[in-house]
């Protein structure tokens, strides 16, 4: 039995010197901005209180979060690892524990936020040769950037994915989606996803990838309003002269369209729609490189 069982991923936090130059990225990248008490938050129009958080400081990842839905859950996790429960000063108040993983890196636990209503847009209507749904109208796309609703996962690169996976799986109660082993059948990385019983989620909201690379954030995925939305997000970021990384593609594992793209810092960013949901009872899967790499399509 787990602690607890985060309910979602809440927000993933950077430092960087120049918060008015983060701001016109994530601006760009399709965020609404907040400056409170010295820290720039990035809002996204699921209602919660933030997703994108940057403080002053030298520039990287400073950790990431994730969401419970009881006070007792919060007790619960600060009791395991001898840490206080604070109430957070931040946008959405509420309470927050902050633990810290296997590597070191910052893991906040918030619960009992306050939410905004959800600004969510109409389901695009497509024409397809079985079904015809968009009558006597035409597809019109503005310019400008891409509408980020959510944050959906983060990836992070870590020494020992053994000593991780358990560390995660014990404090939070995360289920294995896809188990990644090289030739020799070792497991080196695995997309987990949240436990909410019957009631589906991403096949991914975090990603544990050994590796001798860099230790923390490998990247954090930002869940647009669909396949139009993130190719006007990909056009104008081009003509924001932003640094492109990667795609735009489908995955194989998770099923995601995707594109990647760079703060200023060189933090890796994604926008992705369409991915795969599951429920607790969908069995894990063991995958090897290919799979790990491979996508279904690429531009």
Not at 14 to 34: H, Q, R, V, Y
Not at 187 to 210: E, K, N, V, W
Request: proline share 5%; aromatic share 10%; with cysteine.
């Amino acid at each position: 039995m787990s602690i607890a069982k985060i309910e979602d991923i809440a927000f993933v936090r950077f430092n960087a010197p120049d918060l008015a130059e983060m701001c016109s990225f994530i601006e760009d990248f399709g965020f609404s901005s907040l400056l409170h008490d010295g820290k720039l938050y990035g809002r996204g129009a699921d209602g919660s209180p933030y997703l994108h958080v940057t403080e002053p400081g030298s520039p990287g990842f400073a950790g990431v979060g994730f969401r419970v839905s009881s006070r007792a859950e919060l007790e619960a996790l600060a009791e395991r690892d001898a840490v206080p429960v604070v109430n957070s000063s931040a946008p959405g108040g509420g309470a927050v524990v902050r633990l810290h993983d296997p590597d070191g890196n910052s893991v906040d636990v918030v619960g009992e936020q306050e939410f905004a209503p959800a600004k969510l847009l109409p389901p695009a209507l497509v024409n397809s040769p079985g079904e015809r749904r968009r009558l006597r109208s035409s597809v019109r796309i503005s310019a400008g950037a891409s509408s980020v609703y959510r944050l959906g996962h983060v990836v992070l690169n870590v020494r020992d994915f053994a000593v991780s996976e358990a560390w995660y799986k014990e404090r939070f109660g995360l289920l294995t989606s896809d188990q990644v082993e090289n030739e020799e059948g070792k497991p080196y990385g695995a997309f987990l996803r949240c436990d909410r019983g019957d009631i589906p989620t991403d096949h991914h909201t975090l990603f544990l990838l050994q590796s001798s690379e860099q230790l923390g954030l490998n990247h954090a995925a930002f869940e647009v309003v669909g396949f139009d939305d993130l190719m006007r997000g990909h056009s104008y970021l081009k003509a924001r002269n932003r640094q492109h990384a990667w795609g735009v593609g489908r995955h194989l594992l998770g099923s995601a369209i995707f594109d990647y793209w760079q703060d200023p810092w060189g933090n890796v960013v994604e926008h992705w729609t369409d991915g795969d949901l599951f429920i607790s009872a969908d069995q894990p899967n063991v995958v090897g490189d290919k799979e790990l790499i491979g996508t279904l399509w690429m531009t």
